[in-house]
């Protein structure tokens, strides 16, 4: 992989992680207050179970992701 491509692929990481933050943190609870939504305990239950399933979903595909990476790359090797 050279350089201009490992380049490129972090700007694209870090627009979506940055566009991601935004609407989630800022722009989704910021319409709901503006619209004055009042927060429930079941919500706040569903908003909790919605981030911990990404935080763990974000985590195993990030440890997962080089391994399988790894795999493919070998098994190309192998059939060159």
Partial sequence: ???KQLIKDA???T????ALTFILIFAFPGVMFVT???YSLQFFQGW???AFIWLVTAGIY???RPWV???LEKKRSENV
């Fill in 11 to 13: 700007k694209l990481c």
């Fill in 15 to 18: 627009r979506w992680a940055l």
């Fill in 1 to 3: 992989m050279n350089d």
């Fill in 36 to 38: 004055g939504y009042n």
């Fill in 48 to 50: 909790t179970y919605l």
């Fill in 62 to 64: 990030t440890a997962a």
């Fill in 69 to 71: 990476e790894y795999v």
